[in-house]
């Protein structure tokens, strides 16, 4: 009986934990004047060249609140595989050429850069276009030796920061209420069926179907 208890907690536990976001351990995030007020800690490289590692400082996963008129302006480090930060490299920032996206001056889909000392560009003139959804951002470095590229995703979105944090949070309780309530079903049961006399007989647990705002 205790075992089947120990195997009951660890089941409704994992209920709550599997809908738990794993927090991978990351370096502090920077903060670049002028770019995005929702900054994205370095990151990567997803892909890099035999002497070069792209790191996405800002915008991974970036999400640009149209209504807000908030940005998340792509940061770009250049580093050498000792990760040195490498001045003077050639950065191209491109986006898709249809449907959502970003565009630079002159409705341009892709604009280039050069690192500063610090081995970091800012993509000056990143706009959000008006289309809503995710799209791709592809990074090209060069310094003329060596060559990386990488991608990373943003979404074009209407919902304000309230409603972006408000929908994340509803999300996450009702995974929460999820793995409460089935603990406490089978909490009860085993303490029902240990009330109910000396003998141990067997018990079967069936979570059921959970509809979560369905019809």
């Given amino acids: 009986m205790l075992n089947l208890l120990k195997k009951s907690l660890s089941w409704a536990l994992s209920a709550i934990f599997v809908a738990t976001p794993l927090l991978a351990q990351q370096q502090p995030p920077v903060f670049v004047p002028g770019a995005s007020p929702d900054p994205v800690p370095v990151q990567g ?5 035999r002497g070069l590692k792209i790191y996405v400082l800002v ?6 609140r149209l209504r807000d008129g908030v940005s998340s302006v792509p940061v770009i480090e250049i580093r050498d595989r000792d990760d040195v930060p490498q001045e003077g490299v050639n950065v191209v920032i491109e986006v898709p050429k249809s449907g959502p996206g970003a565009t630079f001056p002159s409705g341009a889909t892709q604009r280039s850069f050069r690192t500063n000392v610090t081995g970091q560009i800012v993509a000056d003139g990143y706009t ?8 791709s951002v592809l990074v090209s470095a060069d310094n003329g030796i060596n060559q990386a ?5 943003q979404e074009n979105t209407n919902q304000t920061m309230l409603e972006y944090q408000a929908a994340k949070k509803n999300a996450w309780r009702k995974w929460a209420y999820i793995g409460a309530a089935a603990a406490g079903g089978i909490i009860a049961a ?10 141990t007989p067997n018990v079967s647990v069936n979570p059921g179907t ?3 705002g369905g019809r």
């Fill in 149 to 153: 590229k990488l991608s990373f995703q």
């Fill in 128 to 135: 959000p276009n008006q289309m809503l959804g995710k799209f």
């Fill in 59 to 64: 915008g991974r996963a970036g999400v640009n």
């Fill in 210 to 212: 959970v509809i979560i």
């Fill in 45 to 49: 490289p997803a892909l890099a060249g």
């Fill in 190 to 199: 085993v303490v029902l069926t240990r009330s109910s006399g000396s003998s």
